[in-house]
């Protein structure tokens, strides 16, 4: 376990042409550069933080041999990176899906923004109702008279 | 009016982010991803038996009573760690379906011959392709599955006596106790 985490840091100081190391047959190169772009997309769920391209771990290598089934298959990019979300979930894919979980982490402050400014604004509100209105001078005069009376 | 009640509130909001915020930065391990079948059919398979090539197993053979399904190998050296506790585990009476992963058939053979084999049998996945619809990207993992087929749990790395006392046998013991 150690050595192929060493194994995916020493690999990602190598040279990017070096990365890929096993060559694979397509029938084209278009499915070729597909199989690539994918495998770029990807992580490698042994190693944290290292790509399916880069990681020389055994997971990675049977991952590349899968992407290339899939392509091989016909299966579009859009299902070679459902497959492999169905079974390695949010981690294997450096582009999250939009879920309640991603929701909640990337719309959660924002909410919260807006709960603050909702309680801000409801306090300044509060604040202007209970300040004094215009006073009524015939009204104050009147009670002032009265109190005026009973105490004489 | 601002009552006092109503003061409480950020408070609540305050604690409860904190302790949320706390729980999910505070992972056991990194390394540890979480599964993507629990509570799912244990994915459809048809592989040879590693004993006898001329049989094929598939997923009906998980049928019938709550298994661990373990994911091995000769070159994982923390399988040999836990291969003992896996064969006490075997003789209480809770079946043991191992899968061999991207293995050499004689190299495994021996190895059984040489540890013992505890196991209700094997599944030969030269391959890996089994493990990568379960998930798998080491090993040694240790699923459990119920007797419908439905994977339960998922356990990554050794199954050390304790992982066997306070996660998979409180959960093997649950899945029975609802059958019964």
Request: one cysteine or more; charged letters at 25%.
């Amino acid at each position: 376990m150690r050595n192929v985490t060493y194994g995916c840091i020493f690999l990602l100081f190598m040279p990017v042409g070096m990365a890929s190391i096993d060559a694979h047959d397509f029938p084209d190169d278009d499915m070729q550069l597909r199989h690539q772009a994918l495998i770029a997309e990807l992580r490698c769920p042994q190693c944290l933080n290292t790509n399916l391209a880069g990681s020389d771990a055994m997971i990675a290598r049977d991952l590349r041999r899968e992407v290339r089934r899939l392509l091989l298959d016909g299966k579009s990019d859009e299902e070679v990176l459902s497959f492999m979300y169905d079974r390695y979930g949010d981690f294997v894919l450096y582009t999250p899906r939009i879920h309640i979980g991603t929701i909640l982490l990337w719309f959660g402050p924002l909410l919260f923004f807006l709960a603050a400014l909702a309680v801000f604004v409801g306090i300044i509100k509060n604040r202007r109702e209970s300040t004094p209105k215009e006073v009524d001078r015939e009204e104050l005069a009147a009670i002032l008279n009265a109190h005026a009376k009973e105490l004489d | 009016m601002i009552t006092n009640k109503s003061l409480i509130i950020p408070l609540v909001l305050f604690s409860s982010l904190a302790v949320l915020l706390w729980r999910s930065f505070s992972l056991e391990d990194p390394s540890l991803l979480p599964s993507q079948l629990l509570d799912k059919p244990f994915p459809e398979f048809n592989l040879e038996d590693l004993h006898s090539s001329t049989r094929i197993r598939n997923a009906d053979d998980l049928l019938g009573d709550v298994s661990l399904v373990n994911v091995w190998a000769t070159w994982c050296v923390n399988c040999l760690i836990e291969h003992p506790v896996l064969t006490r585990i075997a003789q209480g009476g809770v079946g043991i379906v191992g899968i061999n992963y991207n293995d050499d058939l004689k190299k495994a053979l021996v190895w059984l011959d040489q540890y013992g084999d505890p196991y209700t049998f094997h599944i030969r996945d030269n391959k890996g392709t089994l493990a990568i619809d379960l998930g798998v990207y080491g090993a040694p993992e240790t699923f459990i599955v119920d007797e419908s087929g439905t994977v339960r749990y998922r356990h990554i790395g050794v199954v050390t006596e304790e992982v066997w006392m306070e996660k998979l046998l409180p959960v093997i013991n649950l899945l029975r106790g609802n059958s019964a």
